[in-house]
């Protein structure tokens, strides 16, 4: 019985060897697998260098005499004064404060002599500014307007005949309501043929005109059928007057997409971007 008792308490120590073998084995291998904080890995931080710090330029150069400072061309002037400036202050010495402010002050002479002879050279060519078409004072402002006004309308009223209005809206559209109003303020004092669609019951006529919103007015020439449009949502009066005066005058060849803004009174001027008068 005592044999039979000690056999099996050496068979059971030998399979506990072996457990203990195995699991040492698996935990190497899962341990080269896995690695990181969590798997008892310790991970050496780099310890960044510290970077020094730029060291300070040289001393700039002694300046020359205000005479020959005069001279030079704005970008030398332009870099003496950036480098005498940061001198100064990083000094605080007189002497380089002294002469930071003397080579400013150079600039600031060189800046009012070119202005000074900007303003002989214009008194002596006059086309060589907008003076002319650009009044300054409130009596010459309203004059102007009056004058562009005026031959706004004329041109308005010259070809009420010739052309007329399609006018794309919609019974939901809040902002046809307002354009409703604007367009019979229109009518009262220009006779242009309207035609109102529906956007809803017109597509095909709205994917000619490439009309995706209401309101949407397109001026059309009745002869030879050219349109522009005019306006896209709800617009004021004046900004739609001076829609359907600058499409007609580009439909009438009278202007080209570089003088769209160029009124008939500022044709061939300084206001005139294809204006080539020297």
């Known amino acids: 019985m005592m044999k039979f008792f000690n056999a099996k308490i050496i068979v059971l120590f030998i399979s506990c060897l ?3 073998a195995l699991t040492a084995t698996e935990i190497k291998k899962s341990a080269k697998k896995e690695k ?3 798997n008892y890995e310790i991970i050496n931080k780099k310890v960044k260098a510290k970077t020094p710090l730029p060291k300070a330029p040289p001393p700039p150069v002694a300046m020359p005499t ?3 400072l005069m001279q030079l061309h704005p970008d030398q002037i332009k870099i003496l004064v950036q480098t005498w400036r940061k001198h ?3 000094t605080m010495n007189p ?3 002294s002469e930071a402010l003397r080579i400013q002050d150079v600039a600031r002479k060189k800046s009012a002599a070119y202005a000074a ?3 002989f050279v214009i008194q002596q060519n006059p086309n060589l500014t907008l003076a002319d078409e650009v009044p300054i004072t409130n009596a010459g402002k309203q004059a102007q307007f009056d004058r562009r006004e005026l031959a706004m309308n004329k041109l308005i009223l010259r070809y009420e005949k010739h052309y007329g209005l399609l006018y794309f809206t919609s019974k939901t559209c809040e902002y046809c309501r307002i354009q409703d ?3 019979t303020q229109f009518l009262h004092d220009f006779n242009y043929t309207i035609k109102t669609v529906e956007l809803q019951k017109n597509s095909k006529l709205a994917l000619k005109f490439n009309i995706k919103q209401t309101p949407s007015i397109i001026l059309v020439n009745k002869r030879t059928k050219k349109w522009i449009p005019v306006t896209f949502g709800a617009s004021s009066l004046p900004s739609f007057k001076e829609n359907v005066y600058r499409g007609i005058r580009y439909i009438q060849k009278e202007i080209t997409p570089a003088q769209f803004f160029t009124n008939e009174s500022d044709m061939g001027t300084g206001l ?4 080539k008068q020297e």
């Open 36 to 38: 990181g904080y969590w």
């Open 272 to 275: 005139d971007p294809t204006n």
């Open 66 to 68: 205000n005479e020959l």
């Open 117 to 119: 002879v900007v303003g």
């Open 88 to 90: 100064a202050v990083h």
């Open 181 to 183: 109003g604007v367009l």
């Open 95 to 97: 002497h380089d404060v």
């Open 18 to 20: 072996s457990l203990q």
